[in-house]
């Protein structure tokens, strides 16, 4: 293992090996890691699924994946190690009597059974009592799913129950994969490692903060998964939601889970309610039109194939988010996420408050706030706004914006950056829990999403047109526009 520390070795077992997420995703991940050295010598991994493969079937279907799916060229030494590591178990996840296969094949002696659900949710009861029935799992197994979660908080719970039933909710790990992404793990050094963002870091200096999540995809051949979920689901209710608590929550004693879950979780419960009475003046929902991205020309939501045609579903949300507590009392956090806009680019604007005074009228007649831009994705980095004076031998001091620039790919060239799924699935190996969700913040989440979409629901108000490869409708620009402030572009 080179000279990184030795884990325990486990057995991932893969539910519904052979589908979406398992191909796109999983077995990219994986196949990344191995190549990295990070996968313990004696991990093995196992797919499991109903089409009844012989294992070098199995092994073959992996490597038709990582032709598809992975950008770099594969390795024929790292795919050898890898392949080695595969292997495959048919099991009807409905039929109880078909997981006895599993105490065959899982090794607890000397390795962690860890039962990755990348199956639709409708499955996990199955999944959970076949497990149960068997009697394979100790208490050092893990499980690990994603979302959807439920798609509000009664069904959240129901499925948190289900797992609940056979897993503690130590040996449960519930991925946002925004979570494992480099840049927003950075958010917990530059906030609680840089002695001048930590004093500088609430209602006395920062003027507001914008998160905005722009794709410029489209729903790719989900409607019927989108059309039933709808982008404040998809999007807010989790990756925004995360980066807002690690944004938004006071210092965590340590690193460890249960500290910085507790943090997370104070945040949502100050997340002031939207309801009937402001959801007008606080969201705005779009859907989008045919438009261009990058010169071409592509269908609006409603021409998307599948689609239905009455379909009220939003693609765009803005929201203006104000945090009842101490720290942010009067700080409006406003968040932005929609499907084919501009471009794809995750990031946040901290604004910091405009001074009382300006001695410099002659190159600005009001000072323009500093500003702290964190690049989650693409283009990773940091950077500072800030004014500067124009070198020059002039009587008058002439200032310019000019920004302070730490780009991550220039500044750490030798290190790589993993994607979120690399770094979660690793995690979940290693049992480090600190990057999962909790069970309470997860419905922590919905109960406030809940509370929008309820009244979206009685406000019956259509989503407003965008058209596509834009910014989103006009009416998110009049979102911040009636607080004075804009939207950075
Ligand atoms: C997923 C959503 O969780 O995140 C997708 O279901 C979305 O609709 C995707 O496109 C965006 O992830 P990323 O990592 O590309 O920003």
Request: glycine content about 6%; aromatic content about 10%; charged content about 25%.
């Amino acid at each position: 293992m080179d000279h990184k520390k030795a884990f325990k070795p486990c057995d991932l077992v893969i539910y519904g090996a052979l589908g979406d997420l398992s191909r796109r995703k999983l077995l990219i991940s994986l196949y990344r890691l191995e190549n990295a050295n990070f996968i313990e010598a004696d991990t093995r991994i196992i797919g499991v699924d109903l089409q009844g493969l012989k294992n070098d079937e199995f092994i073959e279907l992996a490597h038709t994946s990582l032709k598809e799916f992975l950008s770099d060229a594969i390795d024929s030494a790292v795919w050898k190690r890898f392949s080695a590591r595969l292997s495959y178990l048919k099991i009807d996840l409905t039929q109880m009597d078909q997981y006895q296969q599993l105490n065959a094949v899982i090794d607890q002696k000397t390795r962690i059974m860890v039962n990755y659900f990348a199956v639709s949710p409708f499955l996990f009861k199955s999944i959970c009592q076949g497990l149960e029935h068997c009697g394979v799992l100790t208490e050092t197994s893990r499980m690990v799913m994603e979302k959807p979660i439920g798609h509000n908080l009664q069904s959240s719970k129901e499925i948190n129950d289900v797992v609940a039933s056979v897993f503690t909710e130590k040996q449960v790990y519930r991925i946002d994969h925004y979570l494992g992404k480099e840049t927003v793990l950075n958010l917990l050094a530059l906030r609680f490692a840089n002695s001048i963002f930590t004093t500088n870091w609430s209602h006395n200096t920062i003027d507001h903060i914008q998160i905005t999540v722009a794709e410029e995809v489209g729903i790719e051949g989900r409607w019927d998964y989108f059309d039933k979920t709808g982008q404040l689901r998809d999007m807010l209710q989790n990756h925004l939601l995360q980066i807002l608590t690690f944004i938004a929550m006071e210092p965590p004693v340590n690193l460890e889970a249960e500290s910085i879950h507790n943090e997370k979780i104070k945040v949502l419960k100050a997340l002031r309610p939207i309801t009937l009475n402001n959801v007008e003046e606080k969201t705005v929902r779009g859907q989008y039109v045919g438009g261009y991205i990058k010169g071409d020309t592509v269908p609006g939501y409603l021409d998307e194939e599948g689609a239905n045609k009455e379909s009220t579903t939003e693609s765009f949300v803005a929201l203006r988010v104000d945090i009842d507590n101490w720290r942010w009392a009067g700080v409006p956090f406003y968040l932005r996420t929609g499907k084919r806009l501009t471009g794809k680019r995750t990031e946040i604007v901290v604004y910091f408050k405009q001074l009382p005074h300006n001695i410099f009228k002659d190159s600005f007649r009001e000072l323009p706030p500093n500003k702290l831009i964190i690049h989650l994705q693409p283009n990773e980095g940091v950077e500072i706004e800030m004014l500067n004076k124009i070198p020059g031998i002039d009587e008058h001091i002439k200032l310019q914006k000019t920004r302070l620039d730490l780009s991550f790919s220039e500044t750490f060239k030798e290190s790589r950056i993993f994607g979120g799924y690399e770094k979660l699935v690793l995690e979940a190996m290693r049992g480090n829990p600190t990057l999962f969700l909790s069970r309470e913040e997860i419905e922590q989440a919905w109960t406030w999403v809940d509370s929008i979409q309820n009244a979206w629901h009685h406000y019956k108000d259509a989503p407003k047109p965008y058209t596509a490869g834009t910014w989103g409708p006009v009416a998110s620009v009049a979102l911040i526009a009636r607080d004075g402030r804009a939207w950075e572009e």
